[in-house]
């Protein structure tokens, strides 16, 4: 079932959002420090925004939290000489770095998406490349794979899991222990990479002025 949403703001830049599928009010503070709170479709605005009010001081201290972790990420790049981050090394890149990567990304995800699809004897369809957020990979029932640009700016071995993630789910199209038997037959260390991935998502999210 589709979540039905809708959307309004509330002061402070505070997005609103009615969920049919939402139980209780939830407030979240993204790596950007843009904050959501999400509510029941029939939760009147008056106790959303009341709710947001009450919670005011934790939602500047989450802001504050994700500030100084943009400001960490600016000094690396600054450490780095400007330069970008690309599988594990800093490197100079020509002009806009979204095209740069996209065109890496579709090589390397090819490259290693039919070595992985042939250990596990599937195949896939297509492979694309997007700007996903929220996950940075998927594979769909009829076996199209599609990637995030993004997880180029992360290390090798990252990438690589990231890729043995969606192959495996050519064979298991769940999270079943099964499904990680078969990542962890191709991908020895996929707990740090997946670790890795979860705990840098405001590195690979930022961009560069
Ligand atoms: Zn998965």
């Not at 509330?10 to 969920?19: D, K, M, R, T, V």
């Not at 981050?85 to 065109?103: C, D, Q, V």
């Not at 599937?122 to 996950?135: A, G, L, M, N, P």
């Amino acid at each position: 079932m589709r979540t039905k949403l809708a959307s309004d703001s509330l002061p402070g830049g505070i997005a609103l959002i009615f969920s049919s599928r939402a139980k209780r009010l939830k407030i979240t503070v993204d790596l950007m420090m843009e904050v959501t709170l999400t509510v029941p479709s029939r939760c009147p605005r008056e106790k959303a925004a009341a709710f947001a009010a009450e919670h005011s001081t934790w939602i500047e201290s989450r802001r504050e939290k994700q500030r100084e972790r943009l400001r960490q990420i600016e000094d690396q790049y600054k450490a780095h000489d400007k330069k970008s981050p690309f599988l594990g090394e800093w490197i100079a890149i020509e002009g806009a770095s979204e095209p740069f990567y996209r065109t890496r990304a579709k090589d390397f995800f090819t490259a290693e998406c039919a070595a992985l699809a042939k250990r596990f004897d599937r195949v896939f369809r297509t492979i694309s490349i997007r700007d996903q957020i929220s996950r940075y990979g998927s594979c769909s029932a009829k076996g199209a794979l599609s990637f995030s640009f993004r997880i180029m700016k992360a290390p090798l071995f990252a990438a690589r899991y990231l890729a043995a993630h969606e192959c495996a789910h050519l064979v298991h199209l769940n999270h079943s222990a099964a499904f990680w038997s078969c990542v962890e037959s191709v991908c020895a260390e996929y707990r740090s990479a997946d670790r890795w991935i979860r705990q840098n998502s405001a590195f690979l999210r930022f961009d560069p002025q």
